[in-house]
């Protein structure tokens, strides 16, 4: 049973393009849920989906985007990279019903330069 | 503003010991779930020991139980027998109402041999 799976692992990009990261959920999670973890401190909440729509999200401008597919998996978009997105990206899924069951990927290593 | 608070950057022990790391919280909600995750250097989050608020009884799981003080917002985990694989970053994260993980600053622990 594959756990949580993110792709790519590390990526480096410039100032002003943009970046997809996806995110496959362990097997029979629905929720997947994205952090960002900047070097040296605990991970931020960016958003969360549930049957492909967005249900919360946390204090993170416009640029950060998101979709949900019908089979659960997930992407993270980041439009005009700012040095300061340059961190770890954490992907973590759950099912709906289970708060306390929540699954992480090993993230994304994003590098802005 | 729901917080979670780690106030030990860094901690050192020798192999065998035992080691308590502290975390307090500050939430109005009465119901939640409170967690302690291990993020060694491969950077996956690895879920150690969760408490649900409305459980009087510490949680326990093999080497790592909880202390969890309810009424001061307390919630420090001990590490028995420390072992050398027990090194990594410890977070300390509550769960809220909208299912976002609240996390602390994180305590970086090292087992020395």
């Known amino acids: 049973d594959a756990g949580v799976t993110q792709s790519p692992t590390h990526l480096i990009k410039t100032r002003g393009q943009q970046v997809t990261l996806r995110c496959s959920p362990k097997s029979g999670h629905d929720t997947v849920s994205w952090y960002q973890q900047a070097l040296g401190q605990g991970p931020q909440f960016i958003f969360q989906?549930?049957?492909?729509?967005?249900?919360q999200r946390g204090n993170f401008p416009d640029r950060f985007s998101g979709h949900q597919f019908p089979n659960y998996s997930s992407e993270l978009n980041v439009n005009a990279l700012l040095l300061g997105d340059s961190a770890l990206y954490l992907c973590a899924s759950r099912r709906t019903v289970n708060t306390g069951e929540l699954f992480f990927g090993e993230g994304s290593r994003l590098t802005v330069l | 503003a729901q917080t979670v608070t780690q106030s030990q950057p860094e901690m050192s022990v020798q192999e065998a010991e035992t080691v308590t790391l502290s975390c307090t919280y500050d939430t109005s909600e009465n119901n939640y779930y409170l967690f302690w995750y291990k993020q060694p250097p491969s950077r996956q989050m690895i879920l150690v020991i969760r408490q649900e608020a409305y459980k009087q009884q510490n949680a326990t799981e093999n080497r790592f139980s909880v202390n969890f003080q309810k009424a001061a917002k307390s919630f420090s985990l001990k590490i028995s027998d420390s072992q050398l694989g027990d090194t990594a970053m410890y977070f300390c994260?509550?769960?809220?109402?909208?299912?976002?993980?609240?996390w602390g600053a994180g305590t970086k622990l090292i087992i020395k041999p």
């Open positions: 994260a509550f769960v809220d109402s909208n299912y976002q993980l609240i």
């Open positions: 989906y549930y049957e492909e729509e967005e249900r």
